[in-house]
């Protein structure tokens, strides 16, 4: 999925944080869902799936598999789509 989205290059983040979702289910947490803030920061009434990605350790610059933890459901925040 990580390079699919073109998230590996030109380097890769240590982790990634996505919410499994549809996009209208995701923008709704920024709208009657949650609440935001002046900075389009927002929290979610209700926890959300999420899933994280994280680089495998030892992998060398440039190579940058990742691998998956666990989806969790966990009330948190978002960034406004």
Sequence with gaps: MMPRWNLTTPFCKPTHTF???????SQAI???GGTSDR????????GFRFTTCRVVPGSHL???PHQQDPPDLQ??????L
């Design 62 to 64: 440039g190579q940058s």
């Design 39 to 46: 900075c389009y920061h927002c929290d979610n009434k209700a």
């Design 75 to 80: 009330p948190g925040k978002a960034h406004e």
């Design 19 to 25: 919410t499994p979702a549809p996009a209208s289910q």
């Design 30 to 32: 920024c709208g009657h």
